[in-house]
């Protein structure tokens, strides 16, 4: 059994900072890409970021130059440093991994965090 738990968040105000942090654990083979989405209310679940196991990144443009995802393969830990936060960035976040469990040898499945609520206040 493969799980995904989410450390951070809470209540910021704009333009604070804020730290979240995601570890895979259990019956885990392989780490691929993790990334974090978010969902505000009455909207769709969107990417916010997105990094792989060479540590490539990819951002939603409304994110770029305010956060950075890191991540740290031998903890299988992936990192959200949200900078220069703004009301609209008010959603419930979820880490991501794309992992190989040790019940298969190749395909990788998707797993989902249980969401951690960030609020940012004007």
């Known amino acids: 059994q493969v799980q995904l738990v989410e450390s951070g968040g809470g209540l910021v105000q704009a333009g604070g900072s804020s730290r979240l942090s995601c570890t895979a654990s259990?019956?885990?083979?392989?780490?691929?890409?993790m990334g974090w989405y978010r969902q505000a209310p009455g909207k769709q679940r969107e990417l916010v970021a997105a990094?792989?196991?060479?540590?490539?990144?990819n951002y939603a443009d409304s994110v770029k130059g305010r956060f950075t995802i890191s991540r740290d393969n031998a903890k299988s830990t992936v990192f959200l440093q949200m900078n220069s936060l703004k009301p609209e960035d008010t959603a419930v976040y979820y880490c991501?991994?794309?992992?190989?469990?040790?019940?298969?040898?190749?395909?990788?499945?998707?797993?989902w965090g249980q969401g951690t609520q960030v609020t940012v206040s004007s």
């Open positions: 259990g019956s885990i083979r392989r780490v691929n890409a």
């Open positions: 991501n991994a794309q992992i190989v469990p040790t019940t298969s040898l190749l395909w990788p499945r998707d797993y």
């Open positions: 990094i792989t196991s060479g540590l490539a990144t």
